[in-house]
């Protein structure tokens, strides 16, 4: 490989008896945690994940 244009290990893995209602509802708060740089960093930070 000669380039990783991006990288995003976050998923969740469901048994397929699992109702789309409950799916949706992870899948919203996965993508507000993502696209929330300040509760990422703060994280980060919580778990001295920081680079310095």
Not at 21 to 33: G, H, M
Request: with cysteine; glycine share 4%; aromatic share 12%.
């Amino acid at each position: 490989m000669k380039w990783t244009l991006e990288s995003n290990p976050l998923c969740y893995a469901f048994n397929r008896n699992m109702d789309d209602e409950t799916i949706r509802i992870f899948q919203k708060a996965l993508n507000d945690v993502q696209g929330d740089r300040q509760f990422i960093h703060k994280l980060l930070q919580k778990y001295g994940l920081l680079h310095s």
